[in-house]
């Protein structure tokens, strides 16, 4: 569904995922490598929603590579990306690599001699904002939150500008219980933008005292172990939608925590991105812009709204409406955020929006050009 008065990107729209895999070998590595994709390309053949791959070779470079899959929509694949077992069975890939790095392109358009010519797109474009936006959680050992919130709170941002072509917008960090998430939004490319910032001394010195107080261990200074942190807390966006024109005065940010029942989280991330979707042709609505994360049973619903959430708790919460109400209720662990029983009413709608909702822990935008 798209419309004039907003923009719209979003993981649920139904179309075909292109994902192209582009990979710099090391040298003599060939045979590594061509081990290690086989291992990959048995094991993905039988993940639900995928379609097939393609393995090319540059015909200039021959220590460059492409692998090319396709997937019937997008959560099938991000629900594979950022599975147990798809860490596991790449990790043989990352000795042979130099440089990988991986795109997502929904298909709108396909055409060849066995296809039939199709009027138009097969899918509607979406308009963007040219913002892209990650997220990263983590949690804490139990007891430490007060100390990681002083950590968190403390550092200096880092430079905004990364390059020519790239700028690093804002970073927002939230905590739930043990549970830190912190969001990011960048103009231009986001892995040249994460690269800056884990570079930057001020970070790396934020990171460095944080290593106590987690729960899973790391080491920076080991790119394995580096790696599998961040590929583990990596959470991505699966809808984002914002009102069109300017960003109205006093607009305040907020982060909602909605721990689904298991196996239950892309469905939970697809009612409340549906939902916000409805809401946009509002003129009063209460949120002006919201980004949905989700990763596992784990989602993560950022929003900008014109007013206090209490105001209008429903809206805030992404549930308006009783059936609404009840569907989030078969799908989300309230034992999870300390809640029992049915969502009836207001009341009930309240009580879960404190419940859900995260403390801000700090918001940095980067000052305007």
Not at 51 to 59: I, K, N, P
Not at 81 to 89: D, L
Not at 122 to 141: E, M
Not at 175 to 190: A, M, S
């Amino acid at each position: 569904m798209t419309s004039s008065t907003y923009t719209s990107q979003s993981a649920f729209d139904g179309s075909r995922l292109r994902v192209i895999l582009f990979v710099d070998l090391h040298e003599g590595a060939q045979q590594e490598f061509l081990d290690a994709y086989e291992h990959m390309r048995s094991r993905v053949a039988s993940v639900p929603g995928h379609l097939g791959d393609q393995l090319c070779q540059s015909a200039e470079d021959p220590s460059q590579w492409l692998i090319t899959s396709e997937w019937e929509t997008a959560p099938p694949y991000l629900a594979w990306v950022h599975s147990e077992e798809h860490f596991e069975t790449v990790r043989p890939l990352q000795d042979c690599v130099r440089e990988l790095r991986s795109m997502r392109y929904r298909i709108l358009r396909e055409t060849g001699r066995a296809l039939p010519l199709p009027d138009g797109l097969q899918v509607p474009v979406r308009v963007g904002d040219g913002v892209t936006r990650h997220a990263l959680t983590f949690t804490v050992k139990p007891g430490s939150e007060s100390k990681v919130e002083e950590i968190l709170a403390g550092y200096a941002p880092p430079e905004a500008r990364v390059d020519d072509s790239t700028r690093l917008l804002r970073t927002t960090l939230f905590i739930h219980g043990n549970r830190v998430v912190r969001t990011v939004e960048v103009q231009g490319d986001l892995t040249a933008a994460l690269r800056h910032v884990a570079r930057q001394p001020e970070v790396r010195a934020v990171e460095e005292a944080l290593n106590p107080y987690l729960e899973q261990s790391r080491d920076l200074t080991d790119p394995e172990s580096a790696r599998a942190f961040f590929l583990r807390a990596a959470m991505p966006p699966v809808h984002h939608v914002a009102r069109g024109g300017p960003e109205p005065a006093g607009l305040r940010r907020h982060a909602l925590y909605y721990p689904a029942r298991k196996g239950r989280g892309t469905a939970l991330a697809q009612l409340l991105s549906q939902q916000d979707e409805t809401t946009m042709d509002d003129p009063a609505g209460l949120v002006h812009r919201s980004t949905v994360f989700h990763r596992g049973d784990i989602v993560v619903r950022l929003i900008d709204v014109t007013r206090d959430p209490e105001t209008a708790p429903a809206l805030a919460l992404g549930v308006n409406g009783t059936r609404r109400a009840a569907v989030l209720e078969r799908l989300l662990d309230g034992a999870a955020l300390g809640m029992a029983g049915p969502l009836t009413g207001e009341r009930d709608a309240t009580r879960l929006l404190a419940h859900a909702g995260m403390t801000l822990v700090t918001d940095r935008r980067a000052p305007q050009s």
